[in-house]
């Protein structure tokens, strides 16, 4: 068994595999030097989770921490100690750069090859650059969905007159001074609302630019309920509580906003009046076109970033950009935002499997032809299966019963002596976007992933107490079937 990535979604499988499937051997690639994924490669100031901590954390390691909204550096010291705890760090392969995976129908195996340099660092780390091979019998992508090695920035013009500093949040340089200056974050997604109350205190003053307003919501930093759960209940008992308690919550707060997206707006757009207190201000700048969970909600951990705004050394402008200029940036108004640092907060880029492109007796796999069963496996690859967590919940709600489902897999085939199966519709699915979100990062990107189906097992649904309720109950029998030469071409569109 080869896992690919040692993040949040890696580590949980190494345990599943331990615990569930502890005949198989397995090991864990990590591109990288270290233990983390997404939250060891997030350096910029206030990098925090935009989930509960209780949800995100792992069913089988309690959150012992005082907040439920964590910074980014506990989140990385949980998944570093939680690997070291049961010994998966024992089988993490660091800098070992997964660059192609070739399935053999006849051999029923994976052949996964890897760069390394000469001293074990990964292509690019130094070095000179060796391409190894290993083979496996089943390959498992919990690389997430985003290209560490890019982020998204639009083509601006002028950018190179600009006589300041422009950074990417995914490149934060770690001797960045912006103490006293000015500075400019482009962009109202969650990395923005983060860093605007981040660096306000320090900065001369901060202004998030927007083209158009975001939902952001108030939550609290530290969970009052779950703080007195934790005094009078056993550690584990407490935390299972604790995670019906959020999950229930968060399922609520998404089905009342999708389902009643008036009066969502109301309440939303009445919180930020709330905490603003100037009902101009929300009406110019954060009362977006769209209804709440259309895209993901921001979170503002006690209303830091909306006590940025109030506290008059950060502000928001909605605009377009013109063009930089030597002094900041020319909006369409006309208005020149002066700027010695221009932060660029205009998102991720995606990336199928980690950029893996899986082939199949010697052909790529169309990857956008396909469909995926049970949000884990996909049609037309044997023995594959890939970690994609929720959009309207915590991610490791999903991981985990993802890497619990494979496991369930796994078992199936030894006890039917199956060496490779594979996901096959019984009949025509209508397609349906895998991430069913209308965030740009999402459609810039979403027609090179597979697709989901309009019915079960291959609708791939946001609620977590269904899929709970029913995937570990699935019967493989009935949509798994022993592998074939044919099957890079099973996905099956109406």
Known sequence: MVVVGAGLSGI??????QTECPERSYVILEARDAVGGTWDLFRYPGVRSDSDMFT??????????????????????????????????ER??????????????????????????????????????????????????CAGYYDYASGYTPDF???DDFQGQVVHPQFWPEDLDYAGKRVVIIGSGATAVTLVPSLAPEAGHVTMLQRSPTWIGAVPARDKVADRLRAVLPPK????????????????VYQFCRRRPEAARRLFTKLAIRFLKDEQLVREHFTPSYNPWEQR??????ADFFRAIRGGNADVVTDHIERFVPEGIRLASGKVLEADVVVTATGLRLLAFGGIAPRVDGVEVPLAEQFVWRGAMVTGIPN???????????WTLRGDLTSRLVCKVLNYMADRGYPAVVPVPDGTLRERPLLDLSSGYIQRSVQEFPRAGHRSPWRVRQNYLLDAATTMRTDLDKTLRPARRETAKAGVRS
């Open 384 to 394: 594959f299966a890939v970690c994609i967590g929720y959009t309207n919940a915590s």
């Open 237 to 252: 008992i407490a935390h299972r509580v604790i995670r019906v308690k959020n999950i229930a919550f968060m399922i609520g």
């Open 157 to 159: 013009e002028g950018v």
């Open 12 to 17: 949980g499988a190494g345990y599943r595999l």
């Open 56 to 89: 995100l954390g792992y069913p089988f390691r309690p959150w012992r921490a005082a907040k439920s909204i964590a910074d980014g550096d506990t989140i990385r010291d949980y998944i570093r100690d939680t690997a070291a705890r049961y010994g998966i760090g």
């Open 297 to 302: 909600l921001c979170a503002a951990p006690d």
């Open 92 to 141: 993490i392969r660091f800098r070992t750069k997964v660059v192609a995976a070739d399935w053999s129908s006849e051999q029923a195996r994976w052949t996964v090859t890897v760069e390394q340099s000469a001293d074990g660092r990964a292509g690019g780390a130094g070095g000179a650059v060796e391409r190894r091979t290993l083979t496996c019998d089943f390959l498992y992508s």
